[in-house]
């Protein structure tokens, strides 16, 4: 039995690909698949172990149960194996993945009733053990199988030699091609959020917080062409949405523009995929401006992602990290936006040699150029360089209240009040602005009131910690939780800004009550009208209290659901201002006439948002977003590519 469980709670599950590829490779294996049978058991984030244990023991016991260990929930799966251990003595309990490789006096210690420990890739060194259990081994006499850790029979820990890394990884299975992981629910229907593929593995990077799937500074391998096309024509044909690649670097290599091209002569074929994610390579190459050229021409989406993690050199010296000149990054955002493509950046807050002062005058400098910027706390994770450097760096770290991650409370250049403060700042800069409810006023406050984006969100931080309205409270009690890595916490506050009318009205009575009054009178009605317009294109959703009907919103027309399209419509929508023409305008750098000027436009809205929005996945959320189209146009222009 193959066990994982994804980290947020939301309607549909995360694709369990780690337990698809060893059960593939056991499958594949003629003497092993005669006499094993290998279950995949997937979790959402959120399930109770009560909830896992029934689900994993109601039936019949497996003799090797192995679970695919992350941070956030190697704790259940430690309590899970000792359930396991009472009702299957003789069992083995195999723990797997980034979190646990090469830490096994910890997890022995902290997990009795962990028999083994895989360190490195699993593929090969899992089907070596469950074949090492069918010939009848003791678990305590693995010493012939090489990448892992295991118990001796005294109980300390023994760990074999390395396992050198897969070279060719088409010796792997596809779990899809061969059916090891279920696709489709009895209707048909795809059963996960998004569709996940690897198209190579390895980083050449060595970052200080980065344990990249163990292959750091390591040279890239890469899965066969014919094997990725044949994956992807399976989705296309399956309608799935978005395929987002596992790689550290997409768009580095010659064979990334292959994938690009292969999947836009795909969705020419079906109509799907219609969006394309994945961790972009951090410098930039022609090969990356090709793709990005290749997939605006084909209406194929995505979140270019500037993964710059500071602007400060001294955190980027103990990163171990170039980025690029600052001149080549701004260059780089105003191309993506010549092109009309989607662009976030990255920053991670709490870094050794970042301050408060330095990461605020960063991450305003950012907000020139591209507005949705995720900002991560430094958290240690094991194996890396601030993890096994912490007197280095004068590191004070504290283990979450629900996870396993280290979080950074103190170091030589941050103080805990530093922190505490910066911890307030995160949370509503990744809940409004990361996640876009906010969007389009960013720009329109700082050119035309003076407001950085930091300001913006430090004054709706305020308003919530003292405005005594009642739609204040769920937003002030989720950033108290927030503090410490509580990422539930911002789950809870994205979906109440989305999918809650309360939500919406508290964005309401901020703006009127901290805002609106502080914006010079003359532009005083335009900047209210783009607030207005932000709140018009946010991603229609359910309420909670509503089944699937979308939330109404008595200042907006109700959204007309067209099935058909899988879309909803806001019709005959009135704005003050021509906003879908000045602000791509403002966003080009010309000057704009923001005299009043009547427009009606209609909005379409992809269906299916709830889902990323209750994950908080921002590249996905941002799918969502409303379409503007003048009323004049209705009959004229189709926005199904658009949208």
Known sequence: MLVQQGVWDMPLESMPLASGYLKAMILDDSELSAQTRVDIVNFRGGVTQGEMARRLFSGQLPDVLAFSVLGWNVRAFGALAETFKQLNPEGWVVFGGTHVTQQAERVFRENPAVDVIVNGEGEITFRELVRAHVNGCDRTALADVEGISYRSPSGTPVTTADRPRIEDLDIIPSPFLTGAIDLVDENGVFLY???????????????????????????????????????????????????????????????????????????????????????????????????????????????????????????????????????????????????GMDCYAELIWGAPGETVDSFIAGYDELARHVSRIAVYPIMLLPNTDYSDQKEVHGIIALRGDHDDFEYVLAHRTMSFADNAHMQRFLFWARVVAENAVLRHCWLPLREFAGWQQSQVLGSLADWADTSPRPEAVPLREAAARAHGGGAPAYATAIGYLFTSPAGRSALRHWWAEAVSPQLPPEYRAFL????????????????????????????????????????????????????????????????????????????????????????????????????????????????????
């Open 193 to 339: 959020d998004v569709a996940l593929v690897e198209t190579n593995r390895g980083c050449p990077y060595k970052c200080a917080f980065c344990y990249w799937g163990g292959a750091v500074g390591q040279r890239v391998r890469a899965f066969s062409r014919s094997r990725l096309r044949a994956e992807l024509e399976l989705f296309a044909e399956l309608k799935v949405h978005t395929v987002v690649a596992c790689d550290a670097n997409f768009g580095m290599m010659p064979i990334d523009l292959e994938l690009v091209e292969d999947l836009i002569d795909i969705k020419e074929k079906h109509g799907f995929p219609r969006a394309f994610e994945t961790s972009w390579a951090k410098n930039k190459s022609t090969v990356f401006y090709e793709i990005v050229h290749r997939m605006k021409e084909a209406e194929l989406r995505s979140s270019f992602t500037l993964a710059l993690q500071s602007l400060n050199p001294d955190a980027l010296d103990t990163m171990n990290r170039r980025n690029m000149k600052v001149n080549a990054w701004q260059d780089l955002v105003q191309w993506l936006g010549t092109e």
């Open 528 to 643: 209210g009208e783009v607030f207005r317009y932000d709140l018009l294109t946010q991603p229609v959703c359910p309420a909670a209290d509503t089944g699937s009907r979308p939330a109404a919103d008595p200042f907006f027309p109700d959204a007309e659901e067209l099935p058909d399209q899988d879309l909803y419509v806001r019709r005959g929508v009135m704005l003050g201002f021509d906003l879908p023409s000045l602000l791509p305008e403002l966003r080009a750098g010309r000057q704009v006439d923001v005299s009043p000027a009547p427009t009606e436009v209609d909005v379409h809205y992809r269906r299916g948002a709830l889902n990323a929005v209750l994950s908080t996945n921002h590249e996905e959320i941002v799918h969502f977003m409303g379409v503007p189209q003048y009323a004049r146009q209705r009959d004229q222009v189709s926005l199904s590519g658009s949208v």
